[in-house]
């Protein structure tokens, strides 16, 4: 239900935006377009819906796997759905996050903002699969 609420507010925003003033000129994206998440990673990126305003995807990392390097070149807002012990890799393989050295793991189905990403890994360390919305604002 509360994705069905979520999806809704993306359409409506996209529809409202859609009916008033062109958008603004988005910024070029700072990394190379084969790192853009659904062609460097198109098996764990889905497209539900999009237009000139928004892009919303459904990102998922099946079990105990890694996702292709990738990136986001438009900020996001996350519906985290279903969520285990995972690792963030930077481009190089460097750790920038591991949810394992959290005092108290994250409950699951929880919204978080996401600034422009870089090149970018996530692991799966977990018997669950890593399912999340992506709602990116374009422009």
Not at 41 to 55: D, S, T, Y
Not at 85 to 91: F, H, Q, V
Not at 117 to 128: A, F, K, R, T, W
Request: glycine share 4%; with cysteine; proline share 9%.
């Amino acid at each position: 239900m509360i994705i069905v609420r979520i999806l809704a507010a993306a359409a409506l925003l996209a529809t409202t935006s859609a009916n008033s003033a062109e958008p603004a000129p988005s910024k070029a994206c700072p990394w190379p377009k084969e790192l853009e998440a659904m062609i460097a990673a198109p098996g764990n990126h889905k497209i539900l819906f999009e237009n000139a305003h928004v892009r919303v995807l459904e990102a998922t990392v099946a079990p105990h796997s890694r996702e292709p390097i990738h990136t986001h070149c438009w900020p996001s807002t996350l519906y985290i759905q279903k969520t285990g012990r995972i690792i963030d890799r930077d481009g190089s393989g460097h750790i920038v996050f591991d949810s394992r050295k959290l005092k108290d793991p994250p409950k699951v189905r929880f919204v978080q903002w996401m600034p422009i990403q870089g090149p970018h890994s996530i692991e799966n360390l977990d018997d669950v699969p890593l399912v999340l919305i992506r709602i990116e604002q374009k422009g």
